[in-house]
């Protein structure tokens, strides 16, 4: 007890660091891959409690790995800051970022008497590029006892429960003419998407309600007048599982194959990272984490749509298959705002945004104790 004790007034002497590391992430907003900036704030935080940070970790420029402690249970954070094109930081990773350091910072002076290794991994693409998967791929991640982070929502959701995703680039290329005076010596690329759009629309009446599948196009044609050469989108396909994911892509896939067909176009079809798997949640941890947080006065949602957050992908689903994880979610009192509309990262900083900060953080450090000393890591 004495241990959580000390660990919640470490967050609570630090709240004005941690505050301001969230509103300095939220005011400078960079997206996937081009977070250089927002994870040397990070890693920067974490150096100046005495971590030993390294820096473009892996070979990835914008990633950061940060440890302290030698003890026998290896606790992994996950630090995420990459933010939305033209939404800034919608999703709430600036509040991610600072709950990561702040859990971290609490469990330093504990780590020896508590038999910790403190490892955080600032972690970039989480939105679209998967960088954990990179950095899984390159060794990251491997034999920790428990990985952990906890993420913004409009309420507070215990368990991750999210879709395995996969992101395409879909690209047709056609032939371009005059649209009123040579339209027939036109290969029309705007018709072959929108083929495969009604295709899609059409497909998802024979889909299962654990299957989403949607998209935009990025680059419709040049000019009005002119049939459209080129056209481009990118497409997402959501299942309940990897295995369902591959079984979903073959059908959607045809899909565009349609409008290929229909239209004489060239089908181009490029991952733009590898998929994102759904999550295998530690339940022990998981325990831990929700009677942590209800000492705190967190109430979990159990039944609104606002929980259903929980079910947004994550390449945190993939750490989950390789290492014991848990990814809760801490409510900001947004409502009616959800995640990824702009009033939402208006709520991601300010009050209520700040008390879930905190309690997370505190939450999270408690939790990392609880699991340790059951494993006997004392």
């Not at 038999?115 to 970039?124: A, H, K, M, R, S």
């Not at 791929?137 to 491997?142: I, M, N, P």
Request: proline share 5%.
């Amino acid at each position: 007890m004495r241990d959580k004790q000390n660990a919640q007034r470490t967050v609570t002497a630090d709240a004005e660091r941690l505050i301001q590391l969230s509103e300095q992430l939220h005011a400078h907003p960079e997206t996937a891959w081009e977070e250089h900036k927002s994870s040397r704030w990070v890693a920067e935080a974490l150096d100046e409690a005495g971590f030993t940070v390294t820096p473009a970790y892996l070979g990835l420029e914008t990633a950061f790995h940060a440890s302290y402690g030698s003890g026998p249970f290896r606790l992994g954070l996950c630090a995420e800051y990459d933010a939305l094109p033209g939404l800034g930081h919608a999703c709430g990773h600036n509040l991610i970022s600072a709950i990561t350091v702040g859990a971290a910072r609490a469990l330093a002076p504990l780590a020896d008497a508590a038999g910790l290794t403190i490892e955080v991994y600032g972690t970039p693409a989480e939105e679209g590029g998967g960088g954990k998967i990179e950095l899984l791929e390159r060794g990251a991640f491997a034999g920790l006892d428990l990985a952990m982070m906890a993420h913004p929502a409009p309420v507070d959701v215990a368990e991750a429960e999210p879709f395995a995703v996969s992101h395409s680039h879909v690209s047709y290329q056609g032939k371009a003419a005059h649209a009123a005076a040579y339209p027939e010596q036109g290969v029309n690329a705007s018709d072959a998407f929108t083929i495969a759009q009604v295709a899609v629309g059409l497909l998802r009446q024979q889909l299962p309600s654990s299957v989403r599948v949607h998209g935009v196009m990025t680059n419709g044609g040049e000019a009005p007048n002119a049939i459209p050469a080129r056209t481009e989108g990118r497409w997402y396909v959501r299942a309940g599982s990897l295995a369902q994911l591959a079984e979903t892509e073959e059908k959607v896939w045809r899909c565009f194959e349609a409008g290929a067909l229909a239209t004489g176009c060239q089908l181009e079809i490029v991952p733009e990272s590898k998929p994102y798997a759904e999550f295998r949640t530690d339940q022990a941890a998981l325990r831990a984490y929700i009677g942590n947080a209800s000492r705190l006065g967190r109430l979990f949602d159990t039944g609104s749509p606002a929980r259903r957050m929980n079910r947004a992908s994550t390449d945190m689903g993939n750490v989950s298959q390789v290492v014991p994880a848990i990814h809760p979610y801490i409510g900001i009192g947004s409502l009616p705002a959800l995640n990824h509309q702009p009033e939402f990262a208006a709520h991601c900083v300010g009050g209520d945004a700040e008390k879930a900060l905190l309690d997370a953080a505190v939450a999270l450090a408690w939790t990392a104790l609880d699991v340790a000393e059951e494993s006997g890591a004392r």
